[in-house]
């Protein structure tokens, strides 16, 4: 069974950084990797997604050129660099992985348990 454990958030000031990490295991041939993230109250929403080989990339449009994707693919891990961050960035960040490239919850069968990022003002 696959499995995807996140780890890397914590609490951090506007303006700062973070770098999420998403490690895979069991028996993974996702081509795809994604990170979504939920607000409370609000629905999960698509942040960015990679295809394994690293050459394809996709971002929301509220974290384009202040988040970047990245994997190293012989340690089975997904990076999530986050910078210039704001309080509305706020949010559990879950990993995902499918077969498919899916901006949607719904395209992705294999998640993490998620990791809890709070962005101060």
């Known amino acids: 069974q696959v499995q995807l454990v996140e780890s890397g958030g914590g609490l951090v000031q506007a303006g700062g950084s973070l770098r999420l990490s998403c490690a895979a295991s069991?028996?993974?041939?996702?081509?795809?990797m994604a990170w979504f993230r939920q607000a409370p109250g609000k629905e999960r929403e698509f942040v960015t997604r990679i295809n394994w080989s690293g050459d394809s990339t996709y971002y929301a449009d509220s974290v384009k050129g202040r988040f970047a994707v990245s994997r190293d693919s012989a340690k089975n891990t997904v990076y999530l660099q986050m910078n210039s961050l704001k309080p509305e960035d706020t949010a559990v960040y879950y990993c995902?992985?499918?077969?498919?490239?899916?901006?949607?919850?719904?395209?992705?069968?294999?998640w993490g348990q998620g990791t809890q990022v709070t962005v101060s003002s």
């Open positions: 995902a992985a499918s077969g498919i490239s899916s901006i949607r919850v719904a395209g992705y069968p294999y």
């Open positions: 069991g028996p993974f041939s996702s081509s795809f």
